[in-house]
């Protein structure tokens, strides 16, 4: 009997794998924007806690076996998605015809060359774990300096946060000419914002940087930056982007995992990108320090009271990240724990709440919560924000009202 159990639970296991080759999920879960835990506060589960897996030389960073791994899974998906147009039934092919599932061969095959040697480029800047003590030397950074606040960084494991399909996704979002709509509507008038009321200058704090871009666009402005990310993943492509990218870009197809809602596939699931597109460099006056500094970690273990990162800052600028947290206790006290009298809070993005948050809060109960803090809103708007491609290229598009706020701590 206990054999049978047995037998019968590895079946079910076995299925459940074989439905998820299939992405028989949810529309939301392929394409929408991942979703980090950053919390490791008193309510959150999920958060790993996680120390870097990777022996070598800035463990931040992913291996070149790590690395190489999330590509594998991510070809692995495509392959399972596209095995019956690449392989139909007699009668698929009667009905599809011999020119078209030949188009679909070679667009599948030229899309999964190109991002693979565009991740093997990246893998190539790795350090190899092979090559001895010689390994470790760091490499450039003209833009972006990178500084760990502790030995061992709390991060998130290289299975989270995630996986090359968001990668490819926000190297379109950020770094494409495609998506300049994103620097538009979203990146743009947080900076025309500081710009008025810090006019001199001042340092700025950005949670959940990402891929750097919108990092880059404060610097490019004369604030000095310093960004907060957790996942590996991410990081070592923000530092690969703002540091080390050839100066003529590289070649992607974003949206090559995406086998839905497609109007086409030369505009649709196989449009060519180039990235990163050419942003001016941050203004650096002389003799003075790179003005993009990235620390990886989790955001509250790095930043609360009594940790290694806190200390004030002029303004801390929220973007599409507060409704990444399952505490939102833990949130305010982090961020308002970084302004002193004066400190500004600008925000921009929607409330998309985890089903792990406990306080599923409206955005008018937000600012009701800051007021409470001692906050005056100077400005209180929304925004429309199309988050990867602009609406109509696509059958479907991630698009939101977002709120876009400014508020100034008064006590």
């Known amino acids: 009997q206990g054999r049978g159990m047995g037998c019968l639970c590895r079946a079910f296991c076995s299925a459940g794998a074989w439905l998820l080759g299939l992405r028989l999920l949810p529309r939301a879960l392929i394409f929408r924007r991942p979703r980090p835990i950053w919390n490791r506060g008193r309510f959150s589960q999920r958060w790993h ?42 009668a698929e092919r009667e009905l599809l015809g011999e020119e078209l599932l030949k188009r679909r061969a070679s667009a599948v095959k030229k899309a999964r060359d190109q991002n693979r040697l565009l991740v093997e480029t990246v893998l190539a800047d790795l350090p190899d774990l092979c090559a001895g003590p010689d390994s470790d030397a760091v490499p450039e950074r003209p833009v972006a300096e990178i500084r760990c606040l502790t030995e061992k960084p709390a991060l998130l494991p290289s299975s989270s946060y995630g996986s090359m399909a968001s990668v490819f996704l926000h190297l379109l979002r950020d770094w494409s000419a495609e998506c300049d709509h994103v620097a538009a509507t979203t990146y743009r008038p947080v900076v025309a914002e500081l710009r008025r009321l810090l006019p001199g200058g001042g340092e700025v704090l950005l949670p959940g940087a990402g891929l750097g871009r919108l990092a880059l666009e404060l610097a ?29 870009g590289l070649r992607l197809y974003p949206l090559a995992h995406v086998f839905s809602e497609n109007w086409s596939n030369e505009a649709g699931q196989y449009l060519e990108v180039s990235v990163p597109v050419a942003v001016p460099p941050p203004k650096c006056p002389e003799g003075e320090a790179r003005r993009v500094v990235l620390v990886p970690g989790n955001f509250a273990e790095t930043y609360r009271v009594g940790m290694p990162g806190h200390r004030r800052f002029d303004a801390i600028v929220t973007c599409f990240f507060i409704d990444t947290s399952v505490d939102i206790v833990e949130l305010v006290e982090v961020l308002d724990g970084l302004l002193g009298v004066g400190g500004i809070w600008i925000n921009i993005g929607p409330l998309n709440w985890r089903k792990e948050t406990r306080l599923k809060l409206s955005w008018s109960e937000v600012v009701e919560v800051w007021k409470r803090r001692g906050y005056e809103f100077l400005t209180q708007t929304s925004v429309d924000c199309d988050y990867h491609l602009l609406r109509g290229v696509k059958m479907y598009t991630e698009s939101y009202n977002c709120a876009f706020t400014v508020a100034v701590k008064r006590r």
């Not at 690395?67 to 019956?84: G, I, M, R, T, W």
């Not at 004369?222 to 703002?242: H, I, P, W």
């Open 220 to 248: 490019t402005e004369g604030f000095k930056v310093e960004a907060n990310d957790a996942s590996r993943l991410f990081l070592t492509f923000a530092d690969y982007v703002l540091n080390r990218a050839p100066p003529g």
């Open 49 to 90: 806690g996680a120390k870097s897996s990777s022996m070598g030389f800035e463990a931040w960073r992913l291996s070149r076996s790590e690395l190489q791994e999330v590509l594998n899974k991510y070809e692995k998906a495509v392959e399972s998605d596209a095995y019956y147009l690449l392989y139909p039934s007699q």
